[in-house]
């Protein structure tokens, strides 16, 4: 199974980004979709999920400005961030949980906001 994420980069306070992240190889079925992120020195913190068919949810510091949502027919989640601060600054990885459970994580992909 592998994950593909992309979309980071270099962006000015209360700039947007959005994120992809797509799925392949896997041979069953994807159930929760999510985003974890860390920073420089700090542990690796949840942003957002997303169940197959679910409701979204979120970590409280990016509530109201990210958005996750999914598109099944590609195994993809995204990952739209608007409002963006400096603190969000971090490496984002996306995480799938297929049907098992098992869980994978992607490569990660960098996000800097810039005062």
């Known amino acids: 199974v592998q994950l593909q994420a992309s979309g980071g980069g270099l962006v000015q306070t209360g700039g947007s980004l959005r994120l992809s992240c797509a799925v392949s190889?896997?041979?069953?079925?994807?159930?929760?979709m999510g985003w974890y992120r860390q920073a420089p020195g700090n542990k690796r913190e949840l942003v957002g999920t997303?169940?197959?068919?679910?409701?979204?949810i979120y970590a409280n510091s990016v509530k109201g400005r990210f958005t996750i949502s999914r598109d099944n027919a590609k195994n993809t989640v995204y990952l739209q961030m608007n409002s963006l601060k400096p603190e969000d600054t971090a490496v984002y990885y996306c995480w799938v949980v297929l049907t098992g459970p098992v869980s994978y994580w992607g490569q990660g992909t960098q996000v800097t906001v810039s005062s």
């Open positions: 190889g896997s041979r069953f079925s994807i159930n929760v």
């Open positions: 997303i169940g197959n068919g679910g409701t979204p």
